[in-house]
């Protein structure tokens, strides 16, 4: 059974950098085929997709916020992080982590979400 | 960048079926996968690769498509099908959602 879990602060303060974990289990990120993404969803607003890092650690990320995301991966520790730099109120919002099944092209499972709130 | 556009609202009759269109360019070069929503809850994937089901989603979720236009199909709605429906590509290597169409069963 895939299960992922998102953790992180719920409270970031404007210019700061925030880092979330998503930290998962029942597959391997070294298995082919294999990402795990992040998405995000601003209150009462649409999904919009942040980043996603594949097995063989290629790395994709939003055009309109390339410049602000890293994300990397911790195999050993079933772990993959994002950061987001110089953080806005407009970056409020629900964050989630996703696997995406490399056979269905698609994000099968999700992670319950954790709520992090931009504000000074 | 890639646009999807979608409905802002579907509302359909208890037990008729609904369905939700999703529209982009080229859209039928690309795998569509459509994403349920329900208030407070995380998304749960119901069609991926156009017209495929998860095996836990029941056969009253269908999806298609035809030309510029995906479509997810919800027949005989029940009330716990009210929720946002997604749909979602992927286009030279990035991820694109849609902006969402919220389903209301009356």
């Known amino acids: 059974q895939i299960t992922l879990k998102e953790s992180g602060p719920t409270l970031v303060k404007p210019t700061q950098t925030l880092t979330l974990t998503c930290t998962f289990s029942?597959?391997?990120?070294?298995?082919?085929?294999?990402?795990v993404g992040w998405i995000r969803q601003p209150p009462g607003k649409a999904l919009e997709w942040l980043a996603l890092?594949?097995?063989?650690?290629?790395?994709r990320s939003s055009p309109s916020l390339k410049n602000r995301l890293t994300i990397t991966k911790d195999t050993s520790k079933n772990q993959v992080v994002l950061t987001l730099a110089n953080v806005d109120p407009m970056d409020t919002g629900t964050y989630y982590c996703?696997?995406?099944?490399?056979?269905?092209?698609?994000?099968?499972?999700w992670g319950q979400g954790t709520m992090v709130t931009v504000s000074s | 960048s890639y646009e999807l556009t979608q409905p802002l609202s579907v509302s359909v009759a208890l037990g008729q079926t609904a369905r939700i269109t999703c529209g982009g360019y080229n859209i039928g070069g690309k795998n569509v996968h459509w994403h349920q929503q329900k208030p407070g809850q995380a998304p749960v994937l119901v069609i991926y690769?156009?017209?495929n089901r998860p095996s836990e989603i029941p056969e009253r979720f269908s999806g298609s498509k035809s030309g510029s236009t995906a479509t997810l199909t919800v027949s005989s709605a029940q009330a716990g099908d009210e929720a946002d429906y997604y749909c979602q590509v992927w286009d030279s290597g990035t991820v694109v959602f849609g902006p969402g169409t919220k389903v209301t069963v009356l």
């Open positions: 890092i594949y097995w063989d650690d290629d790395k």
């Open positions: 690769r156009d017209n």
């Open positions: 029942g597959f391997s990120l070294s298995t082919s085929g294999v990402g």
């Open positions: 996703a696997h995406r099944l490399g056979s269905w092209d698609a994000f099968d499972i």
